[in-house]
């Protein structure tokens, strides 16, 4: 069957490249639709959807941009540009799958329209950068990383082979079928750190026990973003936040932020959520050696030669439980905090290295005067967030609130 394959490039300086990966996609009985998003000159073949199009979709007007000269500004209204036209083609079904290539500036273009794209849609970007870090190009979003090995300037008897291996490539992601199963499960996302491992467990287990499939997100940053895109996009039933230690990171200066957003995706969709204070008593490092020299007498934890923990304080703890209060006081779904008041972590309880009842008060308190109760439910459980009973009670008051729907 026939599928049709979103190109989206810069033909003023890539059309020969592009004419060539869009004549293979034919021979393989593919339709292509190319969107122009060049800036400097004319498209060496007329595309589906001119340049002047996607600038004007970006706020921006084609000749305005050429007057200018100004490539980064360029880059960024044609990038925003090609993200509306691709997201609103999206939601029409028009296309089953994307490509791009290019220099610094073409996988720009192609990674800010696709990262605006639901996850399981096929993405494909050939670039000169993906031998290295390519984390800003894919986001949380299934995109496909190929090193062109060279520029991608010209056919050659090394590019005709990259270029046909792409063709290729996103020609079979279009290709593949994947059967929906019967009875599938509706999905529930949960955040978990290696030190709230047995109350997620416990959790996942109920849930599974329930006819729910849980999706486990490791809180380390992209872990965190991706459940909040997972959220936004619709693709959940319902949240399980038992881990919002990316706060921590965020706040203080960690190295596994997920960045001011997070917290907001199940609130703003309305998306059942319980959530609790999973490590928040740590802010992450790498190796020991690594860790900033303002903190350097603080107390730290080695938790493996790659990690080191840092405990927050009471005033860290505090500020923190005002940040959660205020993301969760948005909602406009049902929604409970889970207390956990004998420790929010493994180390955090009584005996452990993070046990320090006095941040963990100033977090708690934080909440109690920060928490809008008519919008948000406070359960506050004399428990460690990885005793059995916490991670029960969590279950149940989900599957009461999914249960209406």
Request: charge should be negative; hydrophobic fraction near 45%.
């Amino acid at each position: 069957m026939s599928k049709t394959i979103l190109m989206i490039g810069t033909l003023d300086t890539k059309g020969r490249e592009y004419a060539y990966i869009r004549d293979l996609i034919r021979e393989r009985g593919h339709r292509p639709f190319v969107l122009d998003a060049g800036i400097l000159g004319e498209p060496t073949f007329t595309p589906d959807s001119p340049a002047v199009r996607t600038a004007e979709a970006g706020g921006g007007s084609l000749a305005e941009l050429r007057e200018r000269r100004d490539r980064g500004h360029a880059l960024e209204v044609m990038g925003l540009g090609a993200r509306a036209l691709a997201a609103q083609l999206a939601a029409e079904g028009k296309f089953d799958a994307v490509f791009a290539m290019g220099g610094s500036g073409g996988t720009s273009i192609g990674s800010t329209a696709m990262q605006a794209l639901p996850v399981g849609l096929p993405k494909l970007i050939l670039s000169t950068m993906a031998s290295g870090d390519v984390g800003p190009y894919v986001g949380v979003k299934d995109i496909t990383m190929m090193y062109s090995v060279v520029d991608v300037a010209g056919l050659n008897r090394v590019s005709r082979r990259v270029f046909a291996n792409a063709a290729g490539a996103i020609s079979g992601m279009a290709d593949q079928v994947v059967a929906t199963q019967a009875g599938e499960k509706p999905v529930i996302a949960a955040t978990m750190f290696g030190v709230t491992t047995p109350c997620v467990d416990r959790f996942r287990a109920r849930m599974d026990e329930a006819g729910y499939e849980v999706l486990v997100f490791h809180a380390t940053g992209s872990g965190g973003r991706s459940m909040e895109s997972l959220v936004s996009d619709g693709f959940v039933s319902g949240v399980a936040d038992i881990t919002t230690t990316e706060w921590c990171d965020e706040l203080v200066g960690g190295v596994l932020s997920a960045g001011p957003d997070r917290l907001d995706a199940a609130a703003r969709t309305g998306v059942p959520q319980v959530v609790s204070l999973g490590a928040l008593d740590m802010v992450n490092f790498g190796p020991k050696e690594t860790v900033p020299e303002q903190f350097r007498e603080r107390t730290l934890y080695v938790h493996n030669p790659q990690v080191t923990l840092m405990r927050t304080t009471p005033e860290e703890s505090a500020r923190l439980g005002e940040i959660i209060a205020a993301k969760l006081n948005r909602t406009t779904g049902p929604t409970a905090l889970f207390m956990p008041l004998k420790g929010v972590s493994m180390i955090d309880a009584e005996g452990m290295p993070f046990h320090d009842p006095v941040a963990d008060a100033a977090l708690f308190d934080a909440i109690r005067g920060h928490l809008d109760r008519s919008r948000v439910e406070l359960v506050e459980l004399d428990l460690n967030i990885n005793d059995p009973a916490f991670a029960d009670a969590m279950a149940d008051r989900l599957l009461a609130m999914l249960r209406p729907r």
